[in-house]
Nanobody
Framework: HVQLVESGGGSVQAGGSLRLACTGS?????????MAWFRRTSGAAREAVAS????????YLADAVKGRFNISRDSAKNMWYLQMTELKPEDTGMYYC????????????????????WGQGTQVTVS
């Protein structure tokens, strides 16, 4: 039984910060080499936000969040985080964590189709 659960969403003022966490269970690291965050904002399709591979420190960050967001992981706990700073109203949306098995190179492309495990999402609202 595989389950991913997001936490840490909420409402903040523009310029504020939030830290999202994803906790996974029911799988092994062999099934979740790549860990990621996606979001669905108003008027936009689901988009990749960030990803990190278990095999190295490299991360993917979408251009829209580069310099403001960071992704990190604690693989031993099957957890990964999205630290969001300098939040803007356009960051408002539903944030989803995801995991899948893939190479580091592919993980850095954060392909939605490569992720087989998904959380239910946590709402982030920036005013």
């Amino acid at each position: 039984h595989v389950q991913l659960v997001e936490s840490g969403g909420g409402s903040v003022q523009a310029g504020g910060s939030l830290r999202l966490a994803c906790t996974g269970s029911g799988y092994t690291y062999k099934e979740t080499h790549c860990m990621a965050w996606f979001r669905r904002t108003s008027g936009a399709a689901r988009e990749a936000v960030a990803s990190i591979h278990i095999g190295g420190p490299d991360t993917y960050l979408a251009d829209a969040v580069k310099g403001r967001f960071n992704i990190s992981r604690d693989s031993a706990k099957n957890m990964w985080y999205l630290q969001m700073t300098e939040l803007k109203p356009e960051d408002t949306g539903m944030y989803y964590c995801a995991a899948g098995s893939m190479t580091t190179r592919l993980c850095m492309q954060s392909p939605a189709a490569g992720f087989v495990f998904w959380g239910q999402g946590t709402q982030v609202t920036v005013s």
